[in-house]
Nanobody, 124 residues
């Protein structure tokens, strides 16, 4: 059974930084492309960042480029998201997701497995 468990997050002031991580089990982690998606209150799921299985290719939504960094440690089956220069509009529940697709998808329905999410709240 696949488990994705996010950790980190919390309350941070605008301009601050936070790291969130996702521990994966029950899957051959390095063979899955991974993504971070978020859902703000009253809004739909939004792709934030994605990374391929070997960690050589990444994608970001325009609003986080230059501020967020996605990475992975396949030896530890862990996915990371480093978030810098946070803005109130980054407030959301952040979800880790895994996909068996051959590319990093940006649409939520293309992900096979999901974590429960971790809340990041940015105060102004």
């Amino acid at each position: 059974q696949v488990h994705l468990v996010e950790s980190g997050g919390g309350l941070v002031q605008a301009g601050g930084s936070v790291n969130i991580s996702c521990a994966a089990s029950g899957l051959s982690f390095s063979t899955y492309n991974m993504g971070w998606l978020r859902q703000a209150p009253g809004k739909g799921l939004e792709f934030v960042a994605g990374i391929n299985g070997v960690g050589s290719s990444t994608e970001y939504t325009d609003s986080v480029k230059g501020r967020f960094t996605i990475s992975r440690d396949n030896a530890k089956n862990t996915l990371f998201l480093r978030m810098n220069d946070l803005k109130p509009e980054d407030t959301a529940r952040y979800y880790c997701a895994a996909t068996s697709r051959l590319r990093v998808p940006t649409r939520s329905y293309e992900y096979n497995y999901w974590g429960q999410g971790t809340q990041v709240t940015v105060s102004s």
